[in-house]
């Protein structure tokens, strides 16, 4: 089974700052995907970004990236320049590639304040 | 459109009420998802359904039942629900597709059970 840890329940940051928010996950598998999800106070689920565990390339979203170590099983995810929209929980998600039965596991999530 | 449209966005029913959530998408996705969301809590995966079959049920009660009429719709019926059933039910669907796989969610259903 695979496990996610999310070992920061909340931050805050002043606006325009920069912000890392941490993720490590267990798991047995080799071909997996992984996700970072915000929850504003509406609670929609909004996907922010997400990586192949095959690439080595960080993936990038205009000010969000990610830091992934494969062999460390660790997946930050850094937003630069942060504004009050930002203010929201944000899960850290896995799923392994395992077509026709695909799960994705979420971690308890990280509450970020933007303080003005 | 890259919507996944549920309704009712809010829901309150007695425990002897018999209640149905619904779930949409045009997004030609071939799987879709239940979700049951507590306050301060992860989302937990109830059901998946992919290709129209039922393809995960990770051991839900049978009060809750699900139902996917089509590759468009989701349901999911309730009967005879606890308090403790209470949650923000989310929806989702994804394309079933190896390299681009990811999760599009919809608002949720806010249930509360008296």
């Known amino acids: 089974a695979q496990t996610v840890t999310q070992s920061q329940p909340e931050m805050s940051v002043q606006e325009a700052e920069t912000v890392t928010l941490s993720c490590t996950y267990d798991t047995s598998e080799n071909n997996y995907y992984l996700f970072w999800y915000k929850q504003p106070p509406s609670r929609q689920m909004i996907l922010v970004i997400r990586q192949e565990a095959y690439k080595q390339q960080n993936a990038t979203e205009n000010r969000f990236s990610v830091n992934f170590q494969k062999a460390a099983k660790s997946f930050s995810l850094k937003i630069s320049d942060s504004q009050l929209g930002d203010t929201a929980m944000y899960f850290c998600?896995?799923?392994?590639?395992?077509?026709?039965?695909?799960?994705?596991?979420f971690g308890t999530g990280t509450r970020l304040t933007i303080i003005p | 459109d890259t919507e996944v449209t549920q309704t009712p966005k809010h829901l309150v029913m007695g425990m002897t009420n018999k209640k149905s959530l619904k779930c949409e998408q045009h997004m030609g996705h071939r799987a879709m998802y239940w979700y049951k969301q507590k306050a301060k809590k992860p989302p937990e995966l109830m059901f998946v359904y992919s290709y129209e079959k039922l393809s995960i049920n990770e051991s839900v009660p049978s009060r809750f039942s699900p139902e996917c009429p089509n590759s468009s719709l989701l349901n999911l019926h309730l009967h005879a629900l606890q308090p403790e059933d209470s949650a923000l039910y989310l929806c989702?669907?994804?394309?079933?597709?190896?390299?681009?796989?990811?999760?599009?969610f919809g608002s949720g259903t806010q249930l509360s059970v008296l």
């Open positions: 998600a896995f799923m392994r590639w395992d077509f026709g039965n695909e799960k994705l596991t």
């Open positions: 989702a669907s994804s394309q079933r597709n190896d390299r681009n796989e990811k999760l599009f």
